[in-house]
């Protein structure tokens, strides 16, 4: 079975400044993709960014990147010129490519506060 | 992205009711769709899994005959909380993916606050 370890609970940023969730993973899959989601106060769930396994290249979308290492099976997120809006949980997830409606794996998450 | 959306947003209901909580893809078809549990502070928990016209796969630990899924058209997924109980209070989350594979994304439904008294 699949595992989502993420080892910091709580985080918290000074706006405009850089952070990065740390987040590892357990599986014996190859193919598989690593999403990060922010759960803001409102508790909806909001895709941040993904990445494919088999791609090499980091993804990244605007201030949010990712350091995907995988033989190491460590899945970072780096948010860069942090804002008041980025404050929110942050869940790491982990879903296979090769089963049929397989589902989420989430990791138990990390509150991430931005300080103005 | 696309837009999922439940009803209600938030339910009080009396100890021994039984609830009705509805997911629905609002621009695209939904073949499987997911529901969650959500305690305070804590991750999602998958409680089951739903194939429009097939019955639930539920995950080990959630009782089928007190969370009644049914996923009668490609749009529409219902939660039934039945006969539930203070501890049955919890913040209940619906997803959606429109396609079999997993590249195919999921789309989050709002949520649903359910306390029991």
């Known amino acids: 079975a699949q595992t989502v370890t993420q080892s910091q609970p709580e985080m918290s940023v000074q706006e405009a400044e850089t952070v990065t969730l740390s987040c590892t993973y357990d599986t014996s899959e190859s193919n598989y993709y690593l999403f990060w989601y922010k759960q803001p106060p409102s508790r909806q769930m909001i895709l941040v960014i993904r990445q494919e396994a088999y791609k090499q290249q980091n993804a990244t979308e605007n201030r949010f990147s990712v350091n995907f290492q995988k033989a190491a099976k460590s899945f970072s997120l780096k948010i860069s010129d942090s804002q008041l809006g980025d404050t929110a949980m942050y869940f790491c997830?982990?879903?296979?490519?090769?089963?049929?409606?397989?589902?989420?794996?989430f990791g138990p998450g990390t509150r991430l506060s931005v300080l103005p | 992205g696309a837009v999922v959306s439940q009803h209600p947003s938030w339910v009080i209901c009396k100890s021994g009711t039984s609830v009705k909580i509805e997911c629905r893809s609002l621009d695209f078809q939904a073949t499987t769709m997911f529901w969650y549990r959500q305690f305070p502070k804590q991750s999602l928990m998958l409680m089951a899994t739903s194939n429009e016209g097939s019955k639930a796969t539920y995950e080990q630990g959630v009782e089928k005959d007190k969370f009644l899924i049914n996923h009668a058209s490609l749009t529409l997924s219902t939660l039934t909380v039945t006969s539930a109980h203070p501890e049955d209070s919890s913040f209940y989350i619906c997803?959606?993916?429109?396609?079999?594979?997993?590249?195919?994304?999921?789309?989050f439904g709002p949520g649903t606050r359910l306390t029991v008294l």
């Open positions: 997830a982990f879903i296979s490519q090769d089963n049929y409606g397989q589902n989420f794996v």
């Open positions: 997803s959606a993916r429109g396609g079999s594979g997993a590249y195919n994304e999921q789309f």
